[in-house]
């Protein structure tokens, strides 16, 4: 008994210690840095959802403007969108097809009933900057998807008629006696914002 507590103490006696001591601070450390990650990493994805929640509140706000309303009424009557998003889908199209006479008269109707409250840029401009915030990545696809997913097919397509003419070339300006089109680029976040939630639609298709 006494000979193997012997052996014990003299096994103690050629441990480092210090260097079990540095061992033991390392995976602290380690694990302190990996616990500080993950408080980091949820509180990035709260805030993130918080900013979601806004901007839905906003949306929420601005759906209950009467224009808009009776401007998106007219559009889901038209009923092409649903046509068009499964071209998108399904067969593939970058480009979105509306029959040249619905175009016509979404142009038409829209300049007669509903520019003066100005819907188009008010639709837009709020999707300008949900694209902006997730292609700065501030807000990943996954959460614009959840949340304005439905809303962004929507409207993106049933725009696209307005948004096509916004983005016609033009004249801007003369350089060297040559007269130069300009085509506005107009709304290219909200595209952004269009082409990814397509993207994950079929990705999820492809899938099953």
Same mark, same amino acid.
């Not at 509903?114 to 915030?133: W, Y």
């Not at 696809?141 to 307005?162: R, T, Y």
């Given at each position: 008994?006494?000979?193997?507590?012997?052996?014990?103490?003299?096994?103690?006696?050629?441990?480092?210690?210090?260097?079990?001591?540095?061992?033991?601070?390392?995976?602290?450390?380690?694990?302190?840095?990996?616990?500080?990650?993950?408080?980091?990493?949820?509180?990035?994805?709260?805030?993130?959802?918080?900013?979601?929640?806004?901007?839905?509140?906003?949306?929420?706000?601005?759906?209950?403007?009467?224009?808009?309303?009776?401007?998106?009424?007219?559009?889901?009557?038209?009923?092409?969108?649903?046509?068009?998003?499964?071209?998108?889908?399904?067969?593939?199209?970058?480009?979105?097809?509306?029959?040249?006479?619905?175009?016509?008269?979404?142009?038409?109707?829209?300049?007669?009933?509903?520019?003066?409250?100005?819907?188009?840029?008010?639709?837009?401009?709020?999707?300008?900057?949900?694209?902006?915030?997730?292609?700065?990545?501030?807000?990943?696809?996954?959460?614009?998807?959840?949340?304005?997913?439905?809303?962004?097919?929507?409207?993106? %397509?049933?725009?696209?008629? !307005? @948004?096509? #003419?916004? +983005? =016609?070339?033009? $004249?801007?300006? %003369?350089?060297?006696?040559? !007269? @130069?089109? #300009?085509? +506005? =680029?107009?709304? $290219?976040?909200?595209?952004?914002?269009?082409?990814? @939630?397509?993207?994950?639609?079929?990705?999820?298709?492809?899938?099953?």
């Amino acid at each position: 008994m006494i000979e193997r507590f012997e052996a014990m103490i003299y096994l103690l006696e050629t441990i480092d210690w210090t260097m079990i001591s540095a061992i033991i601070a390392l995976c602290v450390g380690i694990a302190g840095i990996l616990f500080t990650r993950s408080q980091i990493r949820e509180t990035k994805q709260n805030k993130q959802i918080e900013l979601c929640t806004y901007f839905y509140n906003k949306f929420e706000d601005m759906n209950k403007d009467e224009t808009i309303v009776k401007f998106r009424e007219y559009i889901f009557d038209l009923s092409f969108i649903d046509k068009c998003k499964d071209e998108c889908v399904y067969e593939g199209k970058d480009e979105i097809e509306i029959p040249k006479e619905v175009s016509e008269k979404i142009l038409v109707d829209y300049g007669e009933k509903f520019r003066e409250n100005a819907p188009l840029d008010k639709i837009c401009n709020f999707f300008e900057v949900l694209g902006i915030l997730t292609k700065e990545k501030y807000i990943p696809i996954e959460l614009i998807d959840q949340f304005f997913g439905d809303a962004i097919v929507f409207s993106w %397509i049933g725009l696209h008629p !307005l @948004i096509s #003419h916004e +983005r =016609k070339p033009r $004249p801007a300006y %003369i350089e060297r006696m040559h !007269l @130069i089109e #300009h085509q +506005r =680029k107009v709304y $290219p976040q909200f595209e952004y914002l269009f082409n990814a @939630i397509i993207e994950r639609i079929r990705s999820q298709i492809s899938k099953r």
